[in-house]
């Protein structure tokens, strides 16, 4: 394994929506609105997500690099913001879905995250679903 490569990782893809991505990355503290956008212009360009818990394990922080080994061979990847998510002890990390299908040919979804407006019901969301 190439110096600096991940290992054992909980990695996480998604595909992110203008409409949610301020939502979900509010959580990291960022000085700026334009921190953020920067974050969310790399991310779509490449870079990755860490959580609290991973860069804390693995003394990494926004800018450094890490080495994802994948079937295409090693990727080297930026962190791009690290977030505030306790859902896993060890970390994760959050890669752009479309990098995750090109790299592992999975298309598989083992889970979803709904957002709706105050003004939607949860209801009126679950029947949006099912009819899609």
């Known amino acids: 394994m190439p110096d600096g490569a991940l290992g054992d990782v909980s990695l996480q ?3 992110p929506l203008p409409e949610t991505s301020s939502a979900f990355v509010a959580r ?3 000085a700026s609105t334009a ?3 920067q974050a969310w212009a ?3 360009a490449g ?3 860490v959580t609290e818990p991973f860069a804390t394990h693995r ?3 926004k800018g450094d690099q890490l080495t994802l080994m994948t079937p295409l061979g090693p990727q080297q990847l930026t962190i791009a913001a690290v977030m505030v998510d306790y859902s896993n002890d060890q970390g994760a ?3 752009h879905r479309n990098r995750y299908q090109a790299w592992f040919s999975d298309d598989t979804v083992t889970a979803l995250a709904l957002y709706a407006t105050p003004d939607v019901s949860a209801e009126t969301l679950c029947e949006r679903l099912r009819i899609a």
């Open 13 to 15: 893809s998604f595909t």
């Open 28 to 30: 990291p503290a960022f």
């Open 35 to 37: 921190e953020r956008d």
């Open 42 to 44: 790399e991310f779509e």
């Open 47 to 49: 870079a990755i997500f």
């Open 59 to 61: 003394h990494v922080t």
């Open 93 to 95: 990390v959050f890669l």
